[in-house]
C-alpha cells in the first residue's frame, strides 16, 4: 500500500515540472550558496514550488519505506556465502548470492 501511495503521487508531478528538473528553480532561489542544499530545502519548504515540495515528499516516502522493508541501503556490501550460512539461509550457486 506504502509503495502504491508513492507512485500515486510521483504520478501527480506534472511532466513539465520533471523535464525541467522539480527544485532547481528553487535551489537556485533559495540555496544558491548553500553548504547543505537538502537542509536548506527543508528551512525553505513552505516557500517551494508544488512539484518541488511533491518531488521531496515522494523521495521521503520511498526512503521510509525502504527503511521499514528491511532492503539495504546503498553502500551496503552483500552477504557472502559464508555469511549466508551463519545467516541460516541457503546460498544460490547459479545467482552467487543469499536467498
Known amino acids: 500500500m506504502k509503495h502504491f ?10 511532466a513539465t515540472a520533471l523535464a525541467a528538473g522539480e527544485c532547481r528553480q528553487d535551489k537556485l532561489k533559495f540555496c544558491k550558496d548553500a553548504a547543505h ?8 519548504k513552505s516557500e517551494l514550488s508544488d512539484a518541488c515540495k ?7 516516502a520511498a526512503r521510509k519505506n525502504t527503511a521499514e522493508s528491511g532492503h539495504t541501503q546503498p553502500g551496503v556490501q552483500p552477504l557472502t556465502k559464508d ?3 551463519t545467516a541460516g539461509m541457503k546460498w544460490n550457486e547459479q545467482s552467487n548470492v543469499c536467498g
Do not use: F, M
Request: glycine share 4%; charged share 30%.
Open 5 to 14: 501511495t508513492v507512485a500515486i503521487i510521483a504520478l501527480l508531478i506534472p
Open 37 to 44: 542544499v537538502g537542509r536548506c530545502l527543508d528551512e525553505h
Open 54 to 60: 511533491a518531488k521531496r515528499e515522494a523521495r521521503n
Open 83 to 85: 555469511d549466508c550460512k
